[in-house]
């Protein structure tokens, strides 16, 4: 059965800096796009930023290009979020997601609060 659990997670200043993990167990890591993914309260759930193993792609969404980045540790299995310069507006609960032809799975989520 496949597992995605996130860590990392906290408050953190603005203009700091925070860096989200995810494990991934019972899936070929390499084989799946590796995403993140947020929900504020009273908000949809947005993409924030992906990884594709295939060729090294990064996508990130305009809000946060530039602030944050995205990688992957294939001998861990893992796949961080480099949270620099959080703004208020960054604050939500993050998810991560692994998908490919293999399957779509999500993580718990882990709570990421902002302070001025």
């Known amino acids: 059965q496949a597992q995605l659990v996130e860590s990392g997670g906290g408050l953190v200043q603005a203009a700091g800096s925070l860096r989200l993990s995810c494990t991934a167990s019972?899936?070929?890591?390499?084989?799946?796009?590796m995403a993140w993914f947020r929900q504020a309260p009273g908000k949809e759930r947005e993409f924030v930023a992906s990884?594709?193993?295939?060729?090294?792609?990064?996508y990130y969404a305009d809000s946060v290009k530039g602030r944050f980045t995205i990688s992957r540790d294939i001998a861990k299995n893992t796949v961080y979020l480099q949270m620099n310069n959080p703004k208020l507006e960054d604050a939500a609960v993050y998810y991560c997601?692994?998908?490919?032809?293999?399957?779509?799975?999500w993580g718990q989520g882990t709570q990421v609060t902002v302070s001025s």
């Open positions: 019972g899936l070929t890591f390499y084989q799946y796009t």
């Open positions: 997601n692994a998908i490919s032809n293999y399957g779509d799975y």
């Open positions: 990884h594709v193993h295939k060729d090294g792609s990064t």
